[in-house]
């Protein structure tokens, strides 16, 4: 009797995250993308899966080494802080950015410190030349002995150099560049930034050998590239900034050897990037007296409160439909503390063009800005200026409520370290530091009264 010939069944992947299917579909159930789903040829049923010998023996969890996963300082303090402490043998770290942002600027910053105090590094580029990667290095000042630099976009030859080298640090910029032979599609294609991620995370495995990762963002600002690359790394990085700024922020969005909600602040500038960290002074404006049309709030990013200014100008228009433009803050948001303010505190603005904006390209989109907004335009409106040592915290409700938010005591230290001795908050704050004087505001005409803001102009 013949043998009978395994049936095989065609596979389906998702080309924007990698989710495979059974069948194919028109939409992916998991990135929404809608035909991205294509045949990746034909899966056999797995045979019966026989026992091998353990690669490693088990021992009681006691008795497990931690020495060899202790954290090594990067020399980059604010990275340091994000990644909670350091770079652990072994990891894999994923830095992703939009393009000019300061990733590469920052990794060879990183490049340097390593070598000059912990060992030797390989940065390896696929992007530029080795020659265009030297010119910045000289420009910013990162050249080191221990400093090694290559251009590679094969996975074998990457591993051909770390068998080379034998650096301490490895640095992959970046990894949407890298391809391997074995594998069909192009670089930056699922399949191949599925393989080349998963052999440079065995490689570090394998050989308790740190490698920071680059890779690029898509238009909404997430990770490119199948979304199994998110599950596979250790730690993921976004790094963020304004174009027209200089302040860069350094976000942990996954990390499995610390807290995974720290931002790190740098600046970037003609001679490098540097670690900014205090950057609360960044996004105030220094002027000797108070201006109408500004007031000033703390947001906490991470676990770090920082300071942050909002401006607002009202004026007259002669047009059917008053402008409002934003600048730095949630267009959505503003729209709804406009009207309740309008609503609510009886403030007109009416045939009014109305701008706010924030000051040093910060983004402010947490509710505990949403009072100072509304002071703000009603200071602007009213044309009546808040004090100059008074800062604002609360969210606003639709009904004219003011709410409490987290970490008051946190945020009013930190405005009290910059001179600030007095804040309106919303009731049941909870104990606030000495030397600042709270005014309670339960709704937003009490805050108007007590600012003096309730009276025309």
């Given at each position: 009797?013949?043998?009978?010939?395994?049936?095989?069944?065609?596979?389906?992947?998702?080309?924007?995250?990698?989710?495979?299917?059974?069948?194919?579909?028109?939409?992916?159930?998991?990135?929404?993308?809608?035909?991205?789903?294509?045949?990746?040829?034909?899966?056999?049923?797995?045979?019966?899966?026989?026992?091998?010998?353990?690669?490693?023996?088990?021992?009681?969890?006691?008795?497990?080494?931690?020495?060899?996963?202790?954290?090594?300082?990067?020399?980059?303090?604010?990275?340091?802080?994000?990644?909670?402490?350091?770079?652990?043998?072994?990891?894999?770290?994923?830095?992703?950015?939009?393009?000019?942002?300061?990733?590469?600027?920052?990794?060879?910053?990183?490049?340097?410190?390593?070598?000059?105090?912990?060992?030797?590094?390989?940065?390896?580029?696929?992007?530029?030349?080795?020659?265009?990667?030297?010119?910045?290095?000289?420009?910013?000042?990162?050249?080191?002995?221990?400093?090694?630099?290559?251009?590679?976009?094969?996975?074998?030859?990457?591993?051909?150099?770390?068998?080379?080298?034998?650096?301490?640090?490895?640095?992959?910029?970046?990894?949407?560049?890298?391809?391997?032979?074995?594998?069909?599609?192009?670089?930056?294609?699922?399949?191949?930034?599925?393989?080349?991620?998963?052999?440079?995370?065995?490689?570090?495995?394998?050989?308790?050998?740190?490698?920071?990762?680059?890779?690029?963002?898509?238009?909404?600002?997430?990770?490119?590239?199948?979304?199994?690359?998110?599950?596979?790394?250790?730690?993921?990085?976004?790094?963020?900034?304004?174009?027209?700024?200089?302040?860069?922020?350094?976000?942990?969005?996954?990390?499995?050897?610390?807290?995974?909600?720290?931002?790190?602040?740098?600046?970037?500038?003609?001679?490098?990037?540097?670690?900014?960290?205090?950057?609360?002074?960044?996004?105030?404006?220094?002027?000797?007296?108070?201006?109408?049309?500004?007031?000033?709030?703390?947001?906490?990013?991470?676990?770090?409160?920082?300071?942050?200014?909002?401006?607002a100008l009202v004026t007259k228009t002669n047009l059917p439909a008053p402008r409002r433009a934003v600048s730095g803050l949630d267009s959505a948001r503003i729209a709804m503390a406009l009207a309740v303010l309008e609503k609510r505190g009886k403030v007109n603005l009416f045939q009014k063009d109305v701008f706010t904006?924030?000051?040093?390209?910060?983004?402010?989109?947490?509710?505990?800005?949403?009072?100072?907004?509304?002071?703000?335009?009603?200071?602007?409106?009213r044309e009546i200026a808040l004090p100059a040592d008074l800062v604002v915290l609360g969210e606003v409700g639709l009904a004219g409520e003011i709410r409490r938010v987290n970490g008051v005591g946190k945020r009013l230290a930190e405005a009290l370290r910059l001179g600030f001795t007095k804040a309106l908050v919303p009731?049941?704050?909870?104990?606030?530091?000495?030397?600042?004087?709270?005014?309670?505001?339960?709704?937003?005409?009490?805050?108007?009264?007590?600012?003096?803001?309730?009276?025309?102009?």
């Amino acid at each position: 009797m013949p043998n009978k010939v395994r049936a095989t069944r065609p596979q389906y992947r998702c080309a924007e995250c990698g989710f495979e299917y059974a069948k194919w579909v028109g939409r992916c159930s998991e990135c929404q993308a809608w035909g991205s789903v294509e045949e990746r040829g034909s899966a056999t049923p797995l045979a019966r899966i026989v026992a091998g010998a353990p690669t490693s023996k088990a021992r009681p969890i006691g008795e497990v080494d931690i020495e060899s996963a202790r954290a090594t300082k990067t020399g980059v303090d604010e990275l340091d802080r994000v990644l909670g402490g350091g770079l652990v043998p072994g990891a894999v770290v994923l830095m992703a950015g939009e393009p000019g942002v300061g990733k590469s600027t920052l990794l060879l910053e990183v490049a340097y410190q390593w070598s000059s105090t912990v060992g030797r590094s390989l940065y390896l580029t696929g992007e530029e030349s080795a020659g265009q990667v030297r010119l910045r290095a000289e420009r910013t000042g990162n050249l080191h002995g221990e400093m090694y630099l290559a251009a590679e976009s094969d996975l074998s030859a990457v591993l051909g150099q770390v068998d080379e080298v034998k650096p301490s640090l490895l640095i992959i910029d970046s990894v949407q560049t890298m391809s391997s032979m074995n594998v069909d599609g192009v670089a930056g294609g699922v399949s191949q930034v599925r393989t080349v991620a998963a052999g440079l995370i065995a490689l570090a495995k394998e050989r308790n050998l740190p490698v920071v990762l680059v890779g690029h963002v898509t238009k909404d600002g997430s990770v490119a590239g199948p979304r199994v690359l998110e599950h596979l790394v250790d730690v993921v990085l976004q790094f963020e900034g304004d174009r027209h700024s200089t302040l860069r922020l350094l976000r942990g969005i996954k990390n499995r050897y610390g807290a995974a909600d720290e931002v790190g602040c740098f600046e970037l500038r003609d001679d490098g990037i540097v670690g900014v960290p205090d950057p609360s002074g960044l996004f105030l404006s220094r002027r000797d007296q108070a201006v109408e049309g500004t007031a000033v709030t703390v947001i906490v990013e991470g676990k770090r409160p920082m300071l942050g200014e909002v401006q607002a100008l009202v004026t007259k228009t002669n047009l059917p439909a008053p402008r409002r433009a934003v600048s730095g803050l949630d267009s959505a948001r503003i729209a709804m503390a406009l009207a309740v303010l309008e609503k609510r505190g009886k403030v007109n603005l009416f045939q009014k063009d109305v701008f706010t904006a924030t000051v040093g390209g910060m983004k402010l989109t947490e509710p505990a800005a949403d009072l100072a907004v509304v002071l703000a335009v009603a200071s602007a409106e009213r044309e009546i200026a808040l004090p100059a040592d008074l800062v604002v915290l609360g969210e606003v409700g639709l009904a004219g409520e003011i709410r409490r938010v987290n970490g008051v005591g946190k945020r009013l230290a930190e405005a009290l370290r910059l001179g600030f001795t007095k804040a309106l908050v919303p009731p049941d704050a909870g104990p606030l530091p000495d030397g600042v004087r709270a005014l309670v505001a339960h709704d937003l005409l009490t805050a108007l009264e007590v600012l003096g803001l309730n009276k025309g102009k």
